[in-house]
């Protein structure tokens, strides 16, 4: 009896074949193509790197031996080897869930991600095991992968064809392409007659899809009373788009803005810098050598400070009047309007009103006449304050009447 045959036979009652006890892992790491291909859809279809681990059904506390060292007539190695059926092992999770049965000598699969794959009389359908395109002739933890191996299990009765797509991994952006459906064991033979999307293989296996959006596009081949092919996806750009790993000019590569470039001055604490830059304070609502008469002068002094790296700390005034050659100030602490012998810019010194870059001070009275030099100077948490100076931004000079 031919060994396909065979295994097609014990393959419904039970596709794995192991011993019932955890096993540790010894041998090297395998990446393997995985697919699992239902009834009507594709159940799953990844790479998984997976080295020798127990299997364990999903919900099922229970856990076996799947290492290929069984010794009850399917063992294929004396030591323990990464094997076929530890790939659905380590995709099982929230995109694989498989229930079945346990037997003495293997498992057998009842449902995968919610279908049934169990074992049909009717049809002598089962969820059956291939390896690199060709039919198994040993259970899924008996069978040895390594790295580049496929492991496909389809819900066939074992006579059925698999399909195999192949074709360009990139193309041009309304372009179309050719791909080409074999057979998925024998990739030399042509399959014609596939359908992949709404267009038909022709009798050498040659199939044009497209013309084909910006991005990814993934396609499958069917047939009737075949396995349903690998997928293939073509990803269209014109290299520099964003799509399939390129880069859009003014972006990062995962396609966010690219950040402004950062401009400094080199001492104003931007882009790394340190900085030695004072804050640059502005008075508002006053004009320079603005008259008025008394009682009508502004009470309430305000103004701005620009953005500083280093974050402001403090702003100060600093109100001067000269009445003819007599001189006195405005005392932030007493609130009132005190004589002095030193005027100008060597006079009285600043009082704080406080951190905001929006700044106002309410005086409490009316200005007496004479004339006045308003001075507002910032301080930044590097230390670095402002100087006065410049007249109608941190400099005003008005008149009372």
Partial sequence: ???QTLWRRIAPVATLAVLAVPSV???APATVD??????????????????VRPFQFTGDPVTHQCDGTFAGGEGSSPTPVTVRNNAISAAAGPALAFTGTWFSFGASFARINGVNVGFDAASGKFLGEYKN???????????PVVTGDSALYAYADGTETLLGLSGPATARPGASVTLTVSDLGAPATRIPGASVGTAVSSSGGAVTVGPLAAGPTTFKATKPGTIRSNAVTVCATDGADGFCGTTKPGTTPSGVPAPAPCLSTGRDGLCGSPDSTPPSATIRGLREQARF?????PR????????????????????TRTVGPRCSYYSGRAERILRTRTC???????FSIGSKPDWSYLLPADLPR???????????????SSTPGVRGRDRIVFHVR
């Fill in 133 to 143: 395109g060709k039919f198994a002739s040993v259970g899924g933890c008996a069978d």
């Fill in 370 to 384: 004479g004339r006045y030099v308003l001075d507002v100077q910032a301080v930044d948490r590097a230390g670095n």
């Fill in 34 to 51: 995985l697919r699992i291909e239902g009834p009507t859809t594709t159940l799953y279809e990844g790479r998984i790197t997976t080295d």
């Fill in 1 to 3: 009896m031919p060994t």
């Fill in 300 to 319: 309430t002094l305000n103004g701005t400070v620009q953005t500083d790296a280093s974050g402001l700390t403090d702003v100060r005034l600093r109100l």
């Fill in 344 to 350: 100008g810019a060597r006079g009285p010194r600043f």
């Fill in 25 to 27: 892992s010894y041998a």
């Fill in 293 to 297: 008469r008394r009682g009508n002068a």
